[in-house]
């Protein structure tokens, strides 16, 4: 289940971070951020009427016009659907697969709002979070492990400034890939003060 606003990390019980930091590498940590998605959309038929075994068909719909649904129910259709060129998940793709491509172009289309007692902004950069966490192909390595790190804490409900963040990412870019992996278990250990 997706945390609340405000709800303390939680040590992932097979990775050295807390929960959700560890995807897509760690399968607890995988299986929460799909979660995050699989519930709305269990969420969204219900609300709509539909049986779970219409998802095929909804899907479809769904990605045809991504502007009129929530960002999760339209990530949730298209990993319901198969990608013509690859035959993965619509979206999630290697880089440079044509259909990925432009479905994963397609999905910022969709509705995102802000949860009750969040900073403006804060659903769009979960969002984006979660996005490159379940496609970090094309996507460098300390860019994926900079949103891993950001996304327990997004979750949570906070939201960098413009500044903090510029200032995190710009000390991430002098640190080593070992440097930065060695964040996540301090981030549990003091979530205001983790980037030296």
């Known amino acids: 289940m997706r945390p609340g606003v405000g709800a303390p990390l939680r040590a992932c ?3 050295p971070g807390p929960e959700y930091s560890g995807a897509p590498d760690c399968a607890r940590c995988r299986g929460l951020v799909d979660a995050i998605l ?4 269990a969420a969204f038929l219900a609300r709509e009427g539909f049986a779970p075994e219409d998802g095929a068909e909804v899907a479809a719909l769904v990605v045809e016009e991504p502007d009129r649904y929530d960002w999760r129910v339209v990530d949730a259709a ?5 990608c013509p060129e690859c035959g993965g998940p619509l979206s999630r793709g290697p880089a440079g697969c044509g259909p990925c ?7 910022y289309a969709a509705i995102e709002v802000d949860r009750p007692g969040v900073p ?3 659903e769009h950069a979960v969002r984006v979070n979660v996005s490159v966490v379940r496609r970090p192909d094309g996507i460098s390595v300390r860019e994926v492990l900079a949103r891993r790190l950001m996304l327990p804490l997004l979750l949570q409900g906070q939201l960098a400034t413009t500044g903090q963040a510029q200032a995190d ?3 991430m870019n002098r640190m080593g890939i070992a440097e930065i992996e060695a964040l996540f ?9 983790w980037v030296p």
Do not use: I
């Open 13 to 15: 019980a097979e990775c």
């Open 78 to 82: 298209m990993d319901r659907l198969v």
């Open 38 to 41: 699989e519930e709305e959309w």
């Open 185 to 193: 278990p301090r981030l549990l250990a003091s979530p205001t003060d």
């Open 101 to 107: 491509d432009l479905a994963n172009g397609f999905r």
């Open 120 to 122: 403006p902004g804060n």
């Open 169 to 171: 990412k710009a000390k």
